[in-house]
């Protein structure tokens, strides 16, 4: 059974940093994208980051690049988002994701976390 089990989440003021965790076990994923989603109260699931499994072609959204980094450790089954600079818009619950297809609408991804929270107080 595939799980994805993302931690790491918390409350931080803006201008700070957090490290999401998103662990996988259950499968092989060598031949996956990872990928981070995310979803404020009231709007719609958002791409924010993939990365494949062997570790190159990592790609971020727009509204996060330059502020956050995808990276994995393939030994750990572990996919990371580092996250600095974090602003109030930031502030959403954070889902990891795992695919054969990496679409920003998340389509392409076959399993999901149930996610964690990130507050960003002004």
């Known amino acids: 059974q595939v799980q994805l089990v993302e931690s790491g989440g918390g409350l931080v003021q803006a201008g700070g940093s957090l490290r999401l965790s998103c662990a996988a076990s259950?499968?092989?994923?060598?031949?996956?994208?990872m990928g981070w989603f995310r979803q404020a109260p009231g709007k719609e699931r958002e791409f924010v980051a993939a990365?494949?499994?062997?570790?190159?072609?990592?790609y971020y959204a727009d509204s996060v690049k330059g502020r956050f980094t995808i990276s994995k450790d393939n030994a750990e089954n572990t996919m990371y988002l580092q996250m600095n600079s974090l602003k109030a818009e930031d502030t959403a619950d954070y889902y990891c994701?795992?695919?054969?297809?990496?679409?920003?609408?998340?389509?392409?991804?076959?399993?999901w976390g149930k996610g964690t929270p990130v507050t960003v107080s002004s």
């Open positions: 259950g499968r092989t994923f060598s031949s996956y994208f």
């Open positions: 994701a795992a695919g054969r297809r990496p679409t920003n609408d998340g389509s392409g991804f076959d399993y």
């Open positions: 990365i494949s499994w062997s570790g190159s072609r990592p």
